[in-house]
């Protein structure tokens, strides 16, 4: 247990791919009573999928909505539970949404690639797809292993092959979640999944919201998806969308646009994006970097530690660590009824980190409060985000011996 069971093959267009084990061997995808028992336990933890309300199929604007649009409106009747909004991007690219999640299916004259099975929308999503075509679903792509992406998949038909990229597939392996059955295609950098005239090339390009985290791109509709990193017209999900690797959610943006796409799927918020939806989400990441960086050598957090003992009347030291020892004290006098005995300058760290966040906070929030949705909500969790990845993972934006931005390699 805990490992992903794997068959070699050899796959057209892909770079070391492997089939996992069949559906027989991986019982979570079996027929037997473990099946049974694991679409049971679904439906009981997914709420979403319990009703089946009628959703609108509405052709694709190209134009964005602004960002304060409210989220599309549905067919669902007064008082039921919430519906879904269909669009065709084009050329078989489904756009699937219920205003919060959102995702993609494509339909082909030999079969269905769905991608990331919501569990907000559970059955719905298979009733979406059933408004459109008969072909039945062949395959299930997940972005990456995140629940709330791909938590209905046991909901979806077993017959379907499921790929991912190696990592999610080896997660998956250890959660143990027969909401998330393991993938049954593995691969590592590069996947071209073709089904009848249709075509999705999926490619990993290291860890950014999560390891394994795909870019799903369909080259002849010039549509790509890539979930929880651009929030088209919102400020992303607090903490930088709770990226696990912060450089690598920064690099993600280029990377993205060098797709020749049109249309972006973000996996979250009421529309689909575009290439400027794109462009903006980097800006504002370039911008919140280049602020917490300045705000950091502004003051450092030993000036920051030796203000608080000043700033209590203490004496000038030349013994080592005494200054330590002075922030000590006067952090202990300033805070001392939160911190009590034994208070440290650790915790004049988590002062100096909120004193920081609040700092940038009011530096960007002017700007990004008129450009991107909910900044208010969130900036904090971002400035913060930000903060840490300088202090464990990025390296300076320039240095005296290169001062060449690293970002821009």
Known sequence: MGTVPTI????TGATSVTRVASAAELKPRGRGR????????AAALLPAIACSPAGTIEPFAAAPAPASAPAPATASAAGSAPGYVLKEIRGGVYWLSDGAYNTIFVVSSRGVIAVDPLPTLGRRYLEAVARVTRQPITHIVYSHEHTDHIGAAALFPHS???VAQRETAALLA???DPRRPVPTIAFDDRYVLEVGEQTLVLEYKGPNHSPGNLFIYAPRQKVLMLVDVVYPGYMPYPGLGVASDVPGYIAAHRQALAYDFTDFVGGHVDRIGTRADVERSMEFVADLRQVAEELLAQRPFPAFLAQHGESAGHGRSSEPGESAVR???AVQGEHGRRGGAGFSPWFAH???ETDRVSACYDRLLPKWSALLAGAERSLRSHCRSMIVAL??????IRSAADPAPRSDR
């Not at 070699?8 to 796959?11: N, P």
């Not at 473990?34 to 336990?41: V, Y």
């Not at 202090?391 to 300076?396: E, G, S, V």
């Open 350 to 352: 988590d002062d100096y």
């Open 34 to 41: 473990t099946e049974a028992r694991a679409a049971a336990l």
């Open 8 to 11: 070699a093959a050899s796959v």
């Open 174 to 176: 250890r959660r143990q």
């Open 160 to 162: 379907a092959a499921i």
């Open 391 to 396: 202090a464990i993972q990025l390296p300076p």
């Open 327 to 329: 922030g000590e004290v």
